[in-house]
């Protein structure tokens, strides 16, 4: 292996033997928190693999155990709803692109992974975990919706019944769930971690390319139109949720007596519109 690029949040590097290009998260001390400068460092890479289809498969994990915390919650009460929507919309463009790349591509969440890092697996081919890990979808709890494919994609992955459980609740999903679901494809425990990635990898590398490529390329076109839609409902419904600015807010506990009343969103939702209007022409 040998290292390719020196970015600041991601370390990289390429395995001959599988033509495999390896992305590890690097911020330790966030988290591996995706932030906007991971973010920026993802998509330019992924968009730089994307005319290198001699690179079979791109395998994505971190350099903890964790995966990542999603979004950096450090920082999620001094942000504003512009932000907020400049970040989720450079993710969900960065999961759109990993459906359509030629390689496949496989993600470890290793021993957890929440909200936005739960999002940025379901651009993944393949996704694999530790049979302990702890996933998550657990934006509502931190005043936030899940707009960077949380609704749209995730409902063409898993059935609708899993999907909206975990929305819900924002709980761990159950060691059973997550593999009959098909949101997990694989698990492992510590001492064969390393054979399960390798074994994935030189299966994905058996393949011819062309037909691997050709596979993916029409498995994604039968579902474009679907997501497409889904997608513009997500983006409407998450503007009106920014409305409540609930993710300055959030609760230290579980209670959520600091967030907006729902009650209370109609009449702050109608009043953002008026704002937003453009002042009429007066006729002379």
């Known amino acids: 292996m040998f290292q390719l690029f020196n970015y600041t949040t991601l370390s990289t590097r390429l395995e001959k033997s599988t033509r495999t290009l390896y992305i590890t998260l690097n911020r330790p001390d966030r988290d591996n928190a995706l932030h906007q400068e991971m973010l920026f460092e993802l998509e330019s890479l992924l968009a730089w693999t994307t005319s290198r289809v001699e690179i079979n498969s791109i395998f994505i994990d971190s350099c903890t155990s964790q995966f990542s915390s999603g979004v950096e919650l450090q920082k999620l009460p001094d942000m504003t709803a512009a932000q907020l929507e400049k970040l989720s919309a450079r993710l969900h463009k960065i999961i759109f692109a990993m459906m359509q790349m030629p390689q496949t591509v496989v993600m470890d969440l290793r021993e957890g992974a929440a909200n936005w890092a739960m999002e940025f697996a379901l651009g993944a081919d393949i996704r694999i975990c530790s049979v302990n890990a702890e996933l998550k979808f657990d934006h509502a709890r931190l005043g936030l919706v899940p707009a960077a494919g949380g ?5 063409h992955l898993v059935p609708s019944t899993f999907a909206r459980q975990w929305l819900a609740t924002g709980n761990v999903i159950s060691n059973e769930q997550r593999e009959s679901s098909g949101l997990i494809n694989q698990t492992y425990d510590s001492t ?14 058996t393949q011819a390319p062309v037909q691997r490529i050709q596979t993916k390329l029409g498995l994604f076109e039968a579902q474009r139109q679907q997501i497409e839609t889904a997608l513009s409902s997500d983006l409407k419904i998450a503007k009106a949720a920014r409305i409540s600015e609930d993710w300055k807010n959030r609760p230290e506990k579980e209670a959520d007596e600091t967030f907006m ?3 209370s969103m109609s009449y702050s939702v109608k009043l953002s519109l008026i704002k937003t209007e453009p002042t009429p022409e007066v006729e002379h």
């Open 192 to 205: 064969d971690r390393m054979d399960t990635i390798h074994a994935i990898l030189r299966d994905i590398a």
């Open 261 to 263: 009343p729902a009650k």
């Open 151 to 155: 609704m749209s994609f995730l409902t």
